[in-house]
């Protein structure tokens, strides 16, 4: 009779043992950053205004275009299909330059952080400046950090209703205006702010405003660094960006190890330049402690810095115990080696091909706009039918014919075909002879749309499909745009 004590008991433990096993969920803990002041601060702080004000005042800057053009410098005009940027003005023929431009934005962005990590996400990026906005708000309602520290774990009192229903009405004004002002970039801005309070906007531009308002006043008030550690995918494609060339907010524990506390003087010779006074962490927008080394929540927002130069000025210590480091340089302090100079930092293969790769868009775009065709002929074959015998044999094919004026004056163009040696053309609507050429005005930034017959006398074109092409060209400058079409006979 078999024994339970024959049967072995090994020693292992499932690796996701029920009782070890952590919840997936895990509460959010509340951040309030200590106000910090210094080098970084103050970049962040121009940055933040010379930003806001670029979003707030681009639509209402003003640009005269002539007459029956919108005179707004940056305009998305959906209903005209064209994107207008000061003096430039993109057709939807030529949306290659807008992808142009983001590959120059994905391109440049790569080349700040092989140089510079995170540098979009601690100065640039519209999270972070909405948050630090949002914060700058928390704080002149609130107070410093114990204040608001003790006021959120404070019961609903009058004082703390107050408080919080101010800073919440002040953080949806914002929002308001940053949803408001999206919106303008689509439509000339001050007729759609007064259509906006009469209620005569479009309802998709309501629709617009609340959406942005929400995400704005969410994201940036109650979301805040989630959205950079769970939401945005930019940390970890940034983490296969990275090299040991590039720069990023670096503890040097090498100077600062082993932290103590100690008095100016004390206990020089055992411990650190880190006095573990922990300021680094209250002002981190993160919350994370810079020390525990390069983390994925860093956004190199460089404001532990900031707070660990104070901290050494007071304690007499060097700064830049927590400075902007590559892991070269940091391995070469901490082995007592000569630091790679910056100059061999910023130029290096890996930055050089990302700068000539910008460089070449950059520069591909500009003459591609320098020698872009301002007038141009779009042409569709009537489908069915694609031709027709007339009852004198001849045969006529219709065509449908876009002439489109690109410049911001009125043109005097000849519509042309050639390549069919006995073909003439008639228009529809015009009640002029059939010919070979047609004149007309073509009105500033405009299209017109024709609708094309090409007749062939009898026997005068191969049966099947002849090429030929349909022209326009400008009477008075020099440009000339060609359209190759197909003329469709009867196959015998
Ligand atoms: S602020 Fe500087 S001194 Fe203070 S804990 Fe951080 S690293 Fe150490
Ligand atoms: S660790 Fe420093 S650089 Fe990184 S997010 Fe926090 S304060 Fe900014």
């Known amino acids: 009779m078999a024994d339970v004590a024959d049967v072995e008991k090994v020693d292992v433990e499932a690796v996701n043992a029920r009782r070890k096993r952590a919840p997936l969920y895990a509460a959010r803990k509340s951040i309030h950053p200590m106000r910090v002041s210094g080098t970084f601060r103050r970049l962040k702080w121009r940055l933040m205004a010379v930003m806001l004000a670029i979003y ?20 998305i005009d959906m209903a005209h299909r064209r994107f207008f940027f000061f003096f430039i003005e993109i057709w939807p023929q030529e949306f290659y330059y807008v992808a142009g431009m983001l590959i120059m934005a994905g391109v440049g962005l790569f080349l700040v952080t ?29 107070g410093r950090r114990n204040a608001r520290i003790r006021l959120e774990k404070a019961p609903w009192t009058m004082d703390k209703i107050v408080k919080r229903g101010t800073k919440y009405l002040i953080w949806l004004l914002i929002a308001v205006a940053t949803g408001g002002a999206w919106v303008f970039y689509f439509a000339d801005a001050p007729t759609l702010f007064v259509d906006l309070f009469t209620g005569e906007a479009a309802t998709v531009a309501y629709a617009t405003i609340a959406v942005l308002t929400a995400t704005t006043f969410i994201f940036g008030g109650f979301m805040r660094e989630q959205v950079c550690t769970y939401m945005c995918p930019w940390p970890r494609i940034q983490g296969a960006m990275l090299d040991e060339n590039s720069l990023t907010v670096t503890y040097n524990d090498w100077r600062g190890e082993p932290r103590g506390r100690h008095r100016k003087g004390e206990g020089a010779d055992k411990l650190g330049d880190c006095v573990d006074c922990n300021m680094c962490v209250a002002v981190c927008p993160m919350g994370i402690d810079i020390r525990d080394g390069s983390q994925l929540e860093c956004i190199t927002c460089a404001l532990c810095i900031d707070a660990c130069n104070g901290v050494m000025a007071k304690t007499g210590g060097l700064p830049n115990l927590i400075s ?12 007592g080696k000569e630091t790679p100079r910056l100059l061999k930092v910023i130029f290096r293969p890996r930055t050089l091909i990302y700068m000539g790769l910008w460089a070449a868009v950059g520069i591909a775009m500009l003459v591609m706009l ?46 042309a075909i050639s390549g069919l040696p006995d073909a003439l053309m008639t228009v529809a609507g015009d009640d002029f002879w059939p010919s070979k050429t047609r004149e007309y005005e073509l009105a500033a930034d405009k299209v017109l749309t024709l609708h094309v017959f090409v007749t062939t006398p009898a026997g005068s074109v191969e049966p099947g499909a002849t090429n030929f092409r349909i022209s326009v ?20």
């Not at 540098?119 to 909405?130: E, F, N, R």
């Not at 902007?324 to 082995?335: D, M, R, V």
């Open 370 to 415: 320098g020698v872009r065709d301002r007038l141009d002929v779009n042409v569709l074959h009537d489908r069915n039918p694609q031709y027709v015998t007339l009852s004198d044999g001849s045969i006529r094919n219709g065509f449908t014919v876009k002439l489109l004026n690109m410049e911001q004056k009125p043109r005097r163009v000849l519509l």
């Open 473 to 492: 060209i400008d009477l008075v400058g020099i440009e000339q745009a060609n359209y190759g079409a197909i003329f469709y006979a009867p196959e015998n």
């Open 324 to 335: 902007y480091s590559s892991l070269n340089a940091y391995e070469a302090h901490a082995e």
């Open 114 to 142: 092989s140089v510079l990590g995170r540098a979009w996400c601690g100065y640039a990026c519209p999270q972070t400046v909405w948050v630090d906005l949002f914060l700058h708000v928390e704080r002149w309602i609130e």
């Open 56 to 75: 707030y005042i681009t639509p209402w800057i003003r640009w005269d275009r002539g007459e029956g053009l919108p005179d707004q410098a940056v305009l």
